[in-house]
Structure formats: structure tokens, C-alpha cells
T-cell receptor, first 114, second 112 residues
């Protein structure tokens, strides 16, 4: 059974550009969550989707957005990139939601903004 | 606001020792608590999930306990091995919100 797949694994972007990250959950999982990990702030929640609906959003500016497709795959987009957006972006999937069932994480996308 | 703290931030022990990692949280209204392992530059690997109604879970050499009333969880690793070296993170599922709140992690080094 394939795990959570995130693409691309690495990205280098310039300030002001925008970026789209992709996450394919484990087959059958309907909940997808996104987290940002930095050395200073640790892991911080970005947003969670279930059946194409965003159920919760973390305390991030509107430049961070996401969506979920009917096949449960999810994308997150960051517009007008800033140096501080450099981080490891992690996606997690779970059968129903990350509260009642185990959350499984992908390998992450390492974003570097220069 | 739920806050999760892990102590110590780093731990170095010789191979073969049994060890305990600590996790504390400020709000006892949690759905569950999950322990993860993260190797450098990699994603998170789920180790154990404890539902709020449970007191402990075991998997191989790992045992995790949960005391909701005191806001504490411990991860016990028996007979540590160099391959156990990694950062260990605990996360609580927050009631009323579809999210996990993470601690800052404990960086564990097992010396051969």
C-alpha cells in the first residue's frame, strides 16, 4: 500500500514568485492536512481538507491557500513568496480526520526561497 | 490555546539503555495523542497513537502512556539501539479543531 506522496521533494524559488505543492494521500484516506516545519517555529498547522472542504485553517496569511480534489489529492499554493516561507512543508492523510484516526505523513517538500 | 512541551530537547545515551521521553500538554480536552519519529530532512513516521480513553499503547520496544488529567505522556524505549537515533515528536489532537498540535521534539542520539 503506497504511502503519502508529496511532489516535488525540493524547490528553489525567488522572492515574489508563487509555488504549488502537491500531496497524494494514502488510498482510501479522505482527510488531508498541511503543516509547515521550520527550525524556529517547529511544526505549525496550515489547513485541513475533508471531501473537498476546508474544515480548519491555521494562523497563516492569505498568501497560503489550498484545495482538495474529488480523488482526495490536495494542493497548496503560496503566492508572493517571502524569504520566511523557506521551510519543509509536510502533508498528512488520515482515514476520516487526524483526530480519531492515525495521521500518516509524507516525506515533505523542502522549499527554499532566495 | 493548547501548548505541547517536550523535555528534554536533546538526549544522548549509550546503546542498550532504557529511556523515557516526556511530553506535556496544557489542555486535557484532547482526542488523542500521537508519537512520531523524524529522521533528518525526512517526513514523520507514526510510532504510536493513544486515544483519549486509553492509558497506554505498545509496539515492539516502544511503550507510550497517557495521563489526561495531569496533561502528560511518556514514550518508553527499551534496549535502545543506534538506529533509534532521531527526533521524537508528540502531537495532540485538539477537540473542536481538525488539527494536531506538536511539541518541539526531543533529539535522541544513541551512542554505539
Amino acid at each position: 500500500k503506497a504511502g503519502v506522496t508529496q511532489t516535488p521533494r525540493y524547490l528553489i524559488k525567488t522572492r515574489g514568485q508563487q509555488v504549488t505543492l502537491s500531496c497524494s494521500p494514502i488510498s482510501g484516506h479522505r482527510s488531508v492536512s498541511w503543516y509547515q516545519q521550520t527550525p524556529g517555529q517547529g511544526l505549525q498547522f496550515l489547513f485541513e481538507y475533508f471531501s473537498e472542504t476546508q474544515r480548519n485553517k491555521g494562523n497563516f496569511p492569505g498568501r497560503f491557500s489550498g484545495r482538495q480534489f474529488s480523488n482526495s489529492r490536495s494542493e497548496m499554493n503560496v503566492s508572493t513568496l517571502e524569504l520566511g516561507d523557506s521551510a519543509l512543508y509536510l502533508c498528512a492523510s488520515s482515514l476520516v480526520d487526524s483526530l480519531n484516526t492515525e495521521a500518516f505523513f509524507g516525506q515533505g517538500t523542502r522549499l527554499t526561497v532566495v | 490555546k493548547q501548548e505541547v512541551t517536550q523535555i528534554p530537547a536533546a538526549l544522548s545515551v549509550p546503546e542498550g539503555e532504557n529511556l523515557v521521553l516526556n511530553c506535556s500538554f496544557t489542555d486535557s480536552a484532547i482526542y488523542n495523542l500521537q508519537w512520531f519519529r523524524q529522521d533528518p530532512g525526512k517526513g514523520l513516521t507514526s510510532l504510536l497513537l493513544i486515544q483519549s480513553s486509553q492509558r497506554e499503547q505498545t509496539s515492539g520496544r516502544l511503550n507510550a502512556s497517557l495521563d489526561k488529567s495531569s496533561g502528560r505522556s511518556t514514550l518508553y524505549i527499551a534496549a535502545s539501539q543506534p538506529g533509534d537515533s532521531a527526533t521524537y515528536l508528540c502531537a495532540v489532537g485538539v477537540q473542536g479543531a481538525q488539527k494536531l498540535v506538536f511539541g518541539q521534539g526531543t533529539r535522541l542520539t544513541i551512542n554505539p
